[in-house]
């Protein structure tokens, strides 16, 4: 039997109405809208307000409508449900299962990953893993955030970054030579000083005193974050480069997390890649986290071509980053 291949066979995706934009957050910081757009590049960004709906299950809910309708699929015929998120409706159940009974994939198991901003290239290694090894053939990956409600609106340093977003695809086992080649994941956990959200989990459950030090809100040491993210993405770049034997030149397109233009930027010239080959929706949507990357390539989903190289590229608190190459199935 030829080798199971793992194939992305449809992109959808949902940005919540709310358009926030840099003058209204100028109305509560001490930042302008020349400041955000010359040192993170974006213009708006979208955020989940509760008389549109409330949990990430509900992005969720929107882009599985928005894949349905490009892309129709029997949700009974979904096996596994991978939701990379750290914006979880709840602690418990997990999104997976509300998403599982919301679109009616009755069939499935699921369960959430988190892996902050390099959730959907770790959710989508996994669904290659499940589909190469035979034992499932349909995984929805799913990846969101509503990072709204972890966003501290009195820090410049995050709040006109962070957004709420959502992405899905359908990852599909195919014979022909095509879908996900290669994957280059890392973890190291001795950042937590430089990017975390400390209140809620098992050391600091939620109480008075975690919600008075404003410990249910993300934090970041920005300059650090930066200079890592940069040299993180373009170096798991080059290995999966090197180690594919393909040039630069091979590639097509470079999807990176959506954090900041000028990270995007300096991967891109690191990878002397010119930036036509680069996804970037960033002035739009801003950082919604596990979203940003699958939200690109709904953005950009009729510009790809069947066969197109692909590599994917993330950096997240954790630190969690890496890379994942894959030939594209299929033309729109
Ligand atoms: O997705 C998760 C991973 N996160 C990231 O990848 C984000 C990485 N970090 C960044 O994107 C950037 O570091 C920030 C956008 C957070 C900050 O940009 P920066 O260019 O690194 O600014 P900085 O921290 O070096 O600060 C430069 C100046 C400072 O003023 P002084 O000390 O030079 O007078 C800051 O106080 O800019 C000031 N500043 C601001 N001014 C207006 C910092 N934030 C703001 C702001 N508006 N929002």
Known sequence: MD??????TGVGGYVPDYKLTNEEISTYVDTSDEW??????????RILKPEEGIGVSYLAEKAIEDLQRK?????????????????????????ASLVAHKAGMKNAFGFDLSAA???????????????????YKK?????????????????????PIFSDACGVVMVEASEKEEGIIDSVLHVDGDSVENLHMLGGGSVHPASHETV??????????????FKKAVTSMADTCEEIIRRNNITKDDIRWIVPHQANLRIIEAVASRLDVPLDKVMVNIEKYGNSSAGTIPLCLWDWEKHIRKGDNVILTAFGAGYTWGAVYLKWGYSS
């Open 3 to 8: 080798k199971i291949h793992a194939v992305i």
């Open 36 to 45: 955000i757009q010359q040192r993170i590049g974006i213009k708006e960004r």
């Open 71 to 95: 892309h129709p699929f029997d949700p009974l015929t979904v096996e596994a449900i991978v939701f990379a998120t750290s914006t979880p409706d709840y602690i418990l159940p997990n999104a």
């Open 117 to 135: 901003c390099s959730g959907f290239i770790f959710a989508l290694d996994v669904a290659n893993a499940y589909i190469v090894s035979g034992k």
């Open 139 to 159: 995984v929805l990956v799913i990846a969101g955030d509503v990072l709204s409600v972890v966003t501290d609106t009195l820090d410049r340093n995050t709040c």
């Open 212 to 225: 008075n030090q404003r410990m249910h809100f993300i934090w970041q040491n920005g300059k650090v974050v």
